[in-house]
């Protein structure tokens, strides 16, 4: 249990510390907006992006809690959190492959 513990707290460090970068991004984004189209297109990419991290931050630190306190349920959040990681892949994937 102790290394699923780890790797719960690994995966909610590196979706915080993600959410802080690309919510910087995202907040310069809708700062210069009308600079650019490009900056207009960019923007919903880039709002997506902090979404996917935001609730990889969510599932993992939810899964990290419980596993920590023993409650019944994190058997239930672990299985969240496989199933949450291909999924926010294919996403983000699909996001930064676009034009």
Not at 36 to 49: F, N, T
Not at 51 to 58: D, E, G, K, V
Request: hydrophobic share 65%; with cysteine.
């Amino acid at each position: 249990m102790r290394y699923l513990l780890i790797v719960d707290l690994t995966l909610t460090a590196f979706a915080a510390a993600m959410t802080i970068a690309m919510g910087f991004v995202s907040l310069v984004f809708a700062i210069y907006r009308n600079a650019s189209e490009k900056m207009q297109a960019g923007l919903p990419g880039v709002l997506i992006i902090t979404a996917c991290f935001i609730s990889l931050f969510f599932i993992s630190g939810l899964a990290s809690l419980l596993l920590r306190r023993r409650l019944v349920w994190h058997w239930a959040a672990q299985a969240l959190v496989v199933l949450a990681l291909p999924v926010l892949w294919q996403i983000l994937v699909a996001q930064l492959q676009s034009p």
